[in-house]
């Protein structure tokens, strides 16, 4: 496939909210609608599964601003076609779906998207293909020189080493926050966005900006008991603490015998300070960070936590790029935003475990896995090496908000190109630097529940914060010394 080098496209384009107004209205005549796919498909048809978002800027209505358009552009077979089999938005039960799916051997999906937290245990359980074995020596050397490192190691066989996921795109954690407000507050924040402050003076400023012009939030954040607590923004907390799940990082990807250290100081003093960011000077919390922080953050996801944020009603809101996209256009607060990686308690140099403390970002995003049962998996193929273009991953970028993989991509853009995200480059590569993956292993999904259940008890005060890491050090250890020989 000949590549594009160029990063930059020619043609005219839709911008991002008007196109997804004019996908969203015709999205339903453009997609068949799940449970039919497949049935007597036309030649060429290659079924991938996605949710909505995803969906509505595969396609566009008489307009070649769409991924499927770019696709197209980048060299695949006009020939094929890329249909959507729309799937939920929440990653445990999508997990749920795919492997339902791959363990009857159904095909159609040919494609699967595959959340970076779980695409590992289906590469050891022999539910994929090998793309480094299929993809050409052009494409697989572009991914794996130009790919963020951190993503490909969720979508690599942790044994072999080999590719088997190419990653749509990468997530990346962020700190939003009113730059505005801060500074009329009397701080300095022209540093923050690579070196953000520690989390004592990053609280001191959201308490003052929130009580100067009276908000009603100051910091919102996911803290629901679900996969985004265990994967991410605790991962964030406890990782700026220095804390660690599994020590240092050279264990996130190998479970079996490994330390379990949820339970040191660290962590719980990571959790004893977001009791007292909910709580104030309560029980179980930690002298000197005030309250800033809502009680019902115990029960919100992603959108619950963005809403007071994006309608002026708090002043910082840890979420994902999307939400840069949604809050930095000169129709919401345009330079006004702030954005940076995590604030931190323990600098890298104090921390005792390998690539703990410091800033931190936590790593999220989606792979695109073949399915071994597909009867298209040359078509598939074909896809897949497409999506790895520059054109492709830009399309993707300005239509969705969502990184590209080859995160250089982002400091070449303009904010004209794809939207307020790119004004915020350096602030990207330093969370790709910093970027904290969760443990991915064949483990994770049964540890992650019985993680975020622990801390989301924490956090309600349902449990001390050392009862509670206590507790799940030991189910951590009972789920380790279950391996067997089917670890990895």
Request: charged residues 25%; negative net charge; proline residues 5%.
């Amino acid at each position: 496939m000949e590549r594009d080098t160029a990063g930059r496209r020619d043609r005219s384009r839709l911008r991002r909210r008007s196109f997804l107004k004019a996908a969203s209205a015709s999205t339903a005549g453009a997609v068949a609608v799940t449970g039919c796919l497949g049935r007597g498909r036309e030649p060429g048809t290659v079924v991938m599964t996605a949710a909505t978002d995803v969906q509505a800027i595969m396609y566009s209505d008489g307009d070649d601003a769409s991924v499927q358009q770019a696709l197209w552009d980048a060299g695949l077979d006009e020939d094929i076609r890329v249909e959507i089999q729309t799937v939920v938005s929440d990653s445990a039960s999508r997990m749920q779906t795919t492997q339902s799916a791959l363990e009857a051997g159904r095909s159609p999906p040919d494609i699967h998207m595959m959340d970076s937290g779980w695409t590992v245990p289906f590469i050891l359980r022999n539910q994929t293909v090998n793309l480094t074995e299929r993809f050409s020596e052009d494409t697989l050397g572009y991914v794996t020189d130009n790919y963020m490192e951190a993503i490909l190691e969720t979508a690599r066989d942790p044994q072999s080493g080999d590719l088997h996921g190419l990653p749509l795109f990468p997530d990346l954690g962020f700190t939003l926050y009113r730059q505005d407000l801060i500074e009329d507050a009397g701080y300095d924040t022209s540093g923050w966005g690579t070196d953000p402050p520690r989390w004592e003076e990053f609280a001191s400023a959201i308490r003052d900006a929130r009580d100067q012009v009276g908000l009603n939030y100051g910091l919102t954040t996911q803290a629901a008991a679900y996969e985004g607590l265990s994967c991410c923004t605790f991962n964030e907390v406890m990782t700026s603490w220095g804390g660690a799940y599994f020590g240092g990082t050279e264990n996130l990807f190998t479970a079996g015998e490994r330390p379990i250290t949820v339970d040191d100081q660290r962590v719980i003093d990571a959790i004893r300070m977001m009791r007292s960011f909910i709580e104030g000077e309560e029980e179980n919390t930690l002298e000197g960070y005030p309250q800033i922080c809502p009680s019902p953050i115990v029960q919100w996801t992603e959108q619950e936590s963005l809403s007071p944020f994006a309608d002026g009603n708090a002043v910082s809101n840890r979420n994902w790029s999307y939400a840069i996209a949604e809050t930095g256009t000169e129709d919401a607060f345009g330079e006004n935003l702030g954005v940076m990686t995590r604030p931190y308690a323990t600098s890298a140099e104090e921390a005792e475990y390998e690539g703990t403390g410091g800033t931190v970002a936590a790593l999220g995003g989606w792979n695109l896995v073949v399915s071994p049962f597909s009867d298209r998996q040359e078509e598939a193929i074909q896809v897949l090496e497409a999506f790895a273009s520059e054109e492709v991953m830009l399309t993707v970028f300005e239509l969705g908000g969502f990184l590209p993989p080859n995160l250089d991509l982002v400091e070449e853009a303009s904010t004209d190109d794809v939207g307020p995200v790119a004004r915020y480059g350096d602030v990207v590569q330093s969370a790709s630097e910093n970027a904290v993956p969760r443990p991915a292993t064949d483990l994770w999904p049964e540890q992650s529940a019985l993680i975020y259940q622990e801390v989301n008890a924490a956090y309600r005060g349902a449990k001390s914060p050392a009862g509670a890491m206590n507790d799940l050090a030991t189910e951590l250890e009972q789920s380790e010394s279950e391996v067997g020989d089917n670890g990895n």
